[in-house]
C-alpha cells in the first residue's frame, strides 16, 4: 500500500518536477514570474491528445506538444517580457497574465470547453507485482520525465549556452562576462522552459487520458510550489521537491481526505520561503527578491 | 548646556564576518560642537554613522547618546530621540515632491492630526516645514519632485529633510560631495547658523579637507577602524601619525 | 436603473474595495496575490454571522473586517521577512490555503458552499465603496501616508529618518486585509451564495489586475481599474468568442504604455483634481 503511494506519488511529482522547472529556468535567470507556463502546459496536452487522436504515435504527438508550447512561449518573449523587462516584477507577471488569458481563449474557441477526452484506451495495460501495480503509462511519464531532466541537465552542464544559463541564475552579470549574449540567453531560457512545459502537459493529458482547458491555474500553482520548495534560484532543488510535493500529495490524500493537500502543500511552501528561502537544499542564502 | 557630552562610544567594535570595520573605537561628542570624522577610505566612517542610527548593532562595546545607552535600538527610536542623518549617495524618495520630504520626517505630533490631509490638519507640521524651507532656501522648489533636482539641491533637500525631525544631533555624510566650491562655502555658513541659531550638534564625514578644516572645532581620525588621532584641526594637521596615514593615499 | 447595470454597478463597488485592498499593502511596496483569501475570511465570517447568528448586516460587516484585519495583521509580520516576487509567492500560498481551509470547514459548507444570506441593495454596496474610497482618499494626503510612500520608495532610508517601517507594513496589510474583508462580506450579500472557488488564485489576481490597471499610485485609480475590468468585457461583447483573447490583448498593450497604470499622480494633477498640496 505504501509502495503503490509511493509510486504514484513518484508519477504526479515527475510532472511537477517539469513544470517548476519550468518556472524556474525563466525565474531564476530573468527573475521574473511567467504566469503563462501554466497555460503552455495546458496547450501543449490539448496539442498531444489531438494528435494522438489523429492517429501518429506517441513521440511525434509529444514533439507535436512541445514545439506548440515551445512557440508560444518564446511569441510570450518577445509580446510580453521584452517591452516591459526593464519595470518591477509586477508588470511582467500580468502582462504574462494577458498572455494566459489568450492563450486559455484560443484553446477553448478551438477544442470548446468541455473536457477533451482520448477516446481509446493508450497504454491501459498494467503491470502488478505483487500487491503492486504499475500502469504502462506511469512508467511512460516517468521515463519520459527522467529522460528530459537528463537531456536538460547535460545542456545545462556542459554545453556553453548553458554554462551561461547557469552563470546567469547565479549572478545576472557574470554571464555577460562568460561572452554569451544576453538575448540569446532569454530565448534560451524562454524555449526551453516552453519544451518542459510541453512535455509535461502531454504526458498529464495522456496520464489522465483526458484535458480542459482550465487545468493550467491549479497545478501550475502547484508547480510554483515545488519551484519554491526546491529553491528558487538552484535549478535542480526541483528534483527533489517535485517528486516530494507529489509523495506528500498522495500520502496526504489517502490518510486525511483530499482536501487537506492544498493546505499541507501551500504550508510547506510558505515555510520553506520564511525559514529556508534557499529552498529545501540549501547552500548559500539566495537573494531575497527585489522590490516591487 | 554647551560643554556636556551629547554622544559617547566606548570601545565600540563591528565586525562583518573576518573583517572588522570598526576596532575598539572610543570617543565623545559635546554639545553645540561641530565636529569632524576624517580618514582614508575605507576607514569605517560610514559604518560608524550606521552604528550610530542603529543600521547596523556593534558587535561589541556601547553607544550612548545624553547618557541613556542607544546600542540595539531600532534605527527609527534612536531618530526619535534626536539623532538625524543624511546619506553619502543622497537617499531621496523617488516618489516625492520636496515638500514632501518636509513632512515625512517630522515626529509624529499629538493626537491624530497625522491622518488628516497635511494641507488642513497638522499646522504646527507645516510651520515647521515651512521654517525649514526658507531656511535652506528652498520656497520655490516645494513643488518639484526632490529626485529630478540638481545634485546640490538634493543634498540640501536631504539636510532639510534631516533637519525637520527635530534633532539634537545632525550625522552628514560627506556633505560637499559633488558640490563646487561656491556651494560648499554656502553651505559652511549654513550649517554654522544651524549651530547658532538651533543648537545643534553636527558630526560630519568629509574628505574635502579644506572644508573641515575651516569648519570644524574639532577633529576624529579614522584607520581600519581605529581612532588614531584627534584634537583641533591645527593640531591633528601636525599630527605625524595622521600624516602618515595619510601618505598612501591620493586625499 | 434595469437589473443588468445594477448588477454591474454593485460588481464595480465590491471590486473597488478588493483593489483599494491590493492598493494600500501596495502602498508600502507589498504585492499581495492572495487578498482573495482575506476577502473569503470576510465573505464567510459576514455570512455566517448574518445566517446563523442573526447579526445585522452593518454589524456583521464591521466585525468581517475586524476579523480579516487581524488575520492580516498576523500574515504582516511574518510577510516584513520577504520582498518583491518572494513576498508575492508567500501571499499567494496564503490564498490557496485559506482557500483549501474552507473547502475543508464544514460549519460553512465546505465544498458545497454557503447560502441562506439577506440580499443588500447596490445602493448598500456603494454607501460602503464610496466611504471607504473617501477615507483612502483623505488618508492618501495625510502625513501618515507619506510614511507609507517612504517605505515604498527606500525602506532603510524611512526607518532612519525615524519611521516605524515594521509598524507602517503589518499596518497597511492589517488594514487592507479589513478592506478586502469588507468586500467579501459585500459580495456574499450581493451573490447570495458563495464557495471557496470563488476566493482562489484568479480572484487575487483580478484585484491586482485593477490597481495596476487603474493606476497602483492613487486610490481613484482602484475605482478607475475596477470599472474598467467589469465593463471593458461588456463592451467587447461584439467580439462574441474572441472578447477574452481582446481583453488579454488590451491588458498587455497598457501594461506596456503605461506602466504605472491608466491614472497617475501627474495625470491627477493634470486634470485638475489633486491639489499640489
Known sequence: MLLQQLINGLTLGAVYTLIALSFSLVMGILGILNIAIAELFMLAGFIGITALMAGLPFPLALAAGIAGATVASVVIKFVAYDPVRSSPVITPLLTTLGCSIIIQNVVVNYWGSNPLQLPFEFLGERLRYGPISIGSMQILVMATSVASVAVLGFMIQRTRIGRGLRAAAENRDVARLLGVSAERLTIVAFALSGVLAGIAGVLIGMHYAAITPYVGVETGLKAIAVMVVGGVTRIWGALLAGPLIGIIEVMTIAHGGSQIRDLVVYGLMILILLIRPQGLLGGRSSDTGQRV | MTGETLLSLDRATKRFGGITALDGLSFNVTQGEIVGVIGPNGAGKTTLFNVITGAYTLTSGTISYRGQSIGGLRPHRIAGMGIARTFQNIRLFASMTVWEHLLVAQPRGNGWSHLLPAAMGDKAARRRAEEVLTFFGLEDLRNRDAATLPYGLQRRVEMARALTAGPRLLLLDEPVAGMNADEAEELKSLLVALRDQMGLTILLIEHDMSFVMTLCEYLFVLDFGSKIGEGTPTVVRRDPKVLSAYLGDDE | ?277
Do not use: C
Open chain 3, 1 to 277: 436603473m434595469s437589473t443588468y447595470f445594477a448588477g454591474l454597478l454593485a460588481d464595480i463597488g465590491i471590486l473597488t474595495l478588493g483593489a483599494l485592498s491590493v492598493y494600500i499593502i501596495l502602498s508600502t511596496g507589498q504585492l499581495s496575490l492572495g487578498n482573495a483569501g482575506f476577502m473569503g475570511i470576510g465573505a464567510y465570517s459576514a455570512s455566517w454571522l448574518t445566517v446563523e447568528a442573526g447579526v445585522p448586516m452593518t454589524l456583521a460587516v464591521v466585525i468581517a473586517a475586524a476579523v480579516s484585519g487581524v488575520v492580516g495583521v498576523i500574515v504582516g509580520f511574518p510577510a516584513l521577512r520577504l520582498k518583491g516576487i518572494y513576498l508575492a509567492m508567500a501571499t499567494l500560498g496564503f490564498g490557496e490555503m485559506v482557500r483549501s481551509f474552507f473547502l475543508n470547514f464544514g460549519p460553512t459548507g465546505g465544498a458545497a458552499g454557503y447560502h441562506g444570506m439577506q440580499i443588500i441593495s447596490v445602493g448598500y454596496i456603494w454607501a460602503w465603496t464610496g466611504g471607504l474610497v473617501v477615507l483612502v482618499m483623505v488618508l492618501e494626503r495625510s502625513r501618515l501616508w507619506l510614511g507609507l510612500r517612504a517605505v515604498h520608495d527606500d525602506e532603510t532610508a524611512a526607518e532612519l529618518i525615524g519611521l516605524d517601517a515594521v509598524a507602517l507594513k503589518v499596518g497597511a496589510f492589517g488594514f487592507g486585509a479589513a478592506m478586502a474583508g469588507i468586500s467579501g462580506a459585500l459580495f456574499a450579500h450581493h451573490h447570495l451564495y458563495i464557495e471557496p472557488s470563488n476566493f482562489g488564485f484568479q480572484h487575487s489576481i483580478e484585484l491586482v489586475l485593477a490597481v495596476i490597471l487603474g493606476g497602483s499610485t492613487i486610490a481613484p485609480g482602484s475605482i478607475f481599474g475596477a470599472g474598467l475590468l467589469i465593463l471593458l468585457p461588456e463592451y467587447l461583447r461584439f467580439l462574441a468568442d474572441w472578447r477574452l483573447a481582446a481583453f488579454g490583448t488590451l491588458l498587455i498593450v497598457i501594461l506596456i504604455v503605461r506602466r504605472q497604470g491608466i491614472l497617475d499622480r501627474q495625470l491627477y494633477r493634470l486634470i485638475g483634481f489633486g491639489r499640489a498640496s
